[in-house]
């Protein structure tokens, strides 16, 4: 990673969403235009992959009877067949064409490729979530092909230092649990505890199969890293623990012993948090 960093709403950005600086608007060509379908052509540095068949459907009625209300930002295309090249907007595109439409409104804007990409993730992110590993490759461009850094992207897309890591940390995953949070079979909250072990494919399939809560994969992989552990879990335990958990406001653990003996850990972040557990430790 490169020791650069960019601070604040990239230009690409601010051309977008209207908070340009005066040298900016005059890189920028605000006037509506109407384009013909076939001139515009899809972004290639596009993070979403997939578009669900019904909510294009969806999207494509609207179209028929109301228009496209708001136009598709696109740029001048220098390096292909068409002439333009879209820079948001590419599902109401793709729905227009299933509406008959033959011309649509579009936005011209002066945009770079990285700032092509700034767009395209963050009106993805912003409007139509993007799937778990969608959002981890789009973060990965960023970093691998236009050098931004974790804490550059967090500032960009207005997220955690944390969450971008964590997020691109889901590419490390098994193609076959990668798959799984595609199709949307597996959260990320659900992937994250597997990241790094080597049965996760495993894992992931008994995760899928039993629907276990975000919570309870992380006590699934804490009690399958320990040695000699062949024991299965208790789902009552651990209904215990989020019960525990939910009246504290802070983690619990409960380690259940064979023989019904065991430990409640509760962890605490911060001395107020430690004051709440004494008091109701010494509460009498």
Do not use: C
Request: proline share 3%; glycine share 4%; aromatic share 6%.
């Amino acid at each position: 990673m490169t020791s650069g960093k960019k601070k604040g709403l990239g230009r690409g950005l601010s051309a977008l969403f209207g908070d340009q600086t005066p040298s900016e608007k005059t890189q920028v060509n605000q006037t509506l235009n109407k384009v013909s379908i076939s001139e515009i052509s899809r972004n290639p540095y596009q993070p979403r992959q997939n578009f669900k068949e019904e909510k294009l459907e969806e999207l494509s009625n609207s179209i028929k009877k109301k228009g496209i209300i708001q136009p598709i930002a696109v740029r001048i295309n220098n390096s292909g067949s068409t002439k333009y090249e879209i820079v948001a907007g590419e599902r109401r595109w793709l729905a227009a064409q299933r509406a008959g439409l033959h011309e649509i409104p579009v936005t011209i804007l002066d945009l770079s490729d990285v700032e092509s990409l700034e767009v395209a993730i963050v009106e993805n992110i912003q409007r139509d979530d993007l799937s778990p590993i969608e959002e981890a490759q789009g973060y990965k461009r960023l970093n691998e092909e236009f050098k931004y850094d974790h804490e550059a992207i967090s500032k960009l897309m207005s997220k955690s230092r944390s969450h971008v890591s964590n997020t691109l940390r889901l590419l490390t995953l098994p193609s076959d649990v990668v798959a799984m949070l595609e199709e949307g079979s597996l959260t990320s909250g659900q992937a994250r505890p597997l990241i790094g072990l080597s049965n996760a494919s495993t894992i992931a399939e008994e995760i899928v199969a039993k629907n276990y809560s975000a919570r309870k994969v992380e006590y699934l992989v804490k009690s399958k890293k320990k040695p000699n552990n062949d024991k299965k879990y208790d789902a009552n335990i651990i209904k215990a623990q989020e019960f525990i958990e939910k009246k504290l406001e802070l983690k619990v653990y409960i380690s259940n012993k064979k023989n019904n003996r065991g430990k409640i850990t509760i962890e605490y972040k911060d001395l107020e948090q430690f004051e709440l557990i004494s008091k109701l430790l010494t509460k009498s």
